[in-house]
Structure formats: structure tokens, C-alpha cells
């Protein structure tokens, strides 16, 4: 009788051999695993949800680091940097004259091209004068003898 409980708990393999199925298990270990791992998830649920309410009591809408980034943006636009060689600044104004001069050379014209796509200037010619490097010479008419002279160009010394 012994012989066929034995048997029971046994499992023959191949070649005789025989393998034996370990049926204890320490129930104190997996218990006490599992108490420890749900105390672990309990206590990061409750810190988790405490900073939330704490974060959560200080947050202002109308104040949050994004809209203070948002206002600055619009008071303190960031620093251009002027191209080097470049003769009118980032708001279409002669740098060494400080004039506002208008591409068909008046003094006085309040802008008579089309709105410039980029800069919105009534001023710019066929391109836009923010950061451009090159200045308007001359005007010539074609069929008239006429041609208008811009008198804030530098003069050039030719050799």
C-alpha cells in the first residue's frame, strides 16, 4: 500500500527515472508578498493624490507659468540679431539716417506701394526692407528725362 501511494505523488519519465512534484508551498511568502505589494500601491496612491490636491489648491489659471511666458512674449519680444552688411532694421528703418524714407525716394510719402506680405509697410518696394542690405540709388522714368536721386545714399569715392 505504501508502495502504491508513493506511485501517486510520482511520475515516472523516460528511462525510469523518477521525477518528484514538490506540492509544499510556504504560505506565509506569497501572502506576505502580496500584503506588501498592495501596502506599496496604497501608500503611492495616497502620497500621489495628496500632491494633486496640494498642487491642485496652489493652481491659478490665470497666473500659471504658460500664460506668464505667453504675456512676456508679447512685452519683451525676443532679440533679433541684425545681419551684418544690412542697412535697415528689423522695422524697415535706415540705420545710419533713422529715417522712415519710402522706396520712390519723397521725403514726405506716406507709402505708396502695395502692403508689404511680410512686414505689412506701405513703404517697402518690390522687396521688403527689414534687415536689407542694399539701398535704392536712383528712380529713372523711362520716356521722360527724369530721374530722382536718393540724397541719403553715401557718397562713394570712386578711384
Not at 51 to 76: G, L
Amino acid at each position: 500500500m505504501e508502495h502504491e501511494a508513493w506511485e501517486e505523488e510520482s511520475v515516472f519519465t523516460k528511462d525510469n527515472r523518477i521525477a518528484r512534484k514538490s506540492t509544499i508551498q510556504p504560505p506565509s511568502a506569497s501572502s506576505t508578498y502580496s500584503t506588501r505589494r498592495q501596502a506599496a500601491r496604497n501608500a503611492s496612491k495616497a502620497i500621489s493624490a495628496s500632491s494633486f490636491e496640494k498642487s491642485m489648491e496652489s493652481f491659478n489659471p490665470d497666473m500659471s507659468q504658460r500664460e506668464k511666458r505667453k504675456i512676456s512674449k508679447k512685452f519683451n519680444p525676443p532679440a533679433t540679431r541684425r545681419p551684418a552688411g544690412s542697412l535697415y532694421d528689423e522695422k524697415g528703418i535706415h540705420i545710419a539716417t533713422g529715417l522712415d524714407l519710402c522706396d520712390c525716394l519723397t521725403d514726405k510719402c506716406p507709402g505708396c506701394w502695395f502692403e508689404c506680405p511680410k512686414c505689412k509697410s506701405r513703404k517697402c518696394g518690390p522687396e521688403c526692407r527689414v534687415f536689407r542690405k542694399y539701398m535704392v540709388d536712383y528712380i529713372e522714368f523711362h520716356g521722360y528725362d527724369k530721374t530722382i536721386k536718393n540724397s541719403f545714399q553715401p557718397k562713394t569715392v570712386e578711384k
